[in-house]
């Protein structure tokens, strides 16, 4: 007598195509977080910004008796680095790595400073053209050996 065994075996890992999802998050878009702001009547970045312009804030205190009272709470130092830390994004993009991309070699240029350094005459030359870029006429470095002037 021979025992049989059957195998069932599944094409995918997982849940077959068209299987209903459950549990998870749902996802929300920043339009229905904007949305939802509207309804409520609030506006988030505003607050934000007014908590840092403050050094106080008026806040409702609800006693155990349940009695109501106004309370001047201090914001603190911390929470309003922790507000400028959020709220950057918003004034101050991020800044990209952009990467090179070609097909032809790269050069790069480089400049020995010690060379213009040793030549008194050449960065004398160096320091009249940085200065006229400027626009300013007063030199900033004097040449090697030749002495300060008081003023």
Same mark, same amino acid.
């Given at each position: ?8 075996? #599944?094409?995918? @890992? ?12 749902? +996802?929300?878009?920043? /339009?229905?977080?904007?949305? $939802?702001?509207?309804? %409520? ?9 007014? %908590? ?5 804030? *008026?806040? $409702? !205190?609800?006693?155990? *008796? ?5 309370? +001047?709470?201090?914001?603190? =130092? ?6 400028? +830390? ?7 993009? #991020? %800044? ?18 010690? =060379?213009?350094? !040793?030549?008194? *005459?050449? $960065? ?5 053209? /940085? $200065? ?10 004097? @040449?090697?050996?030749?002495?300060? *002037?008081?003023?």
């Amino acid at each position: 007598m021979s025992k049989q065994k059957t195998v069932t075996l #599944k094409a995918l @890992p997982g849940f077959q195509p068209g299987h209903a999802r459950y549990g998870g998050r749902t +996802k929300r878009t920043a /339009a229905q977080a904007r949305s $939802l702001a509207d309804e %409520l009547g609030v506006d988030p970045l505003a607050y934000l910004l007014n %908590l840092l312009a403050v050094d106080c804030t *008026e806040e $409702l !205190e609800v006693t155990a *008796e349940g009695a109501e009272r106004r309370v +001047k709470v201090p914001v603190s =130092r911390d929470l309003k680095i922790d507000i400028c +830390k959020s709220l950057a994004g918003f004034f101050y993009p #991020k %800044l990209n790595s952009t990467a090179v991309s070609s097909d032809a070699p790269l050069a790069v240029a480089t400049f020995d400073l010690n =060379r213009l350094l !040793e030549n008194p *005459e050449v $960065l004398a030359a160096a320091q009249d053209l /940085a $200065l006229k870029i400027s626009g300013s006429s007063e030199p900033l470095l004097l @040449p090697p050996g030749e002495p300060e *002037e008081s003023a």
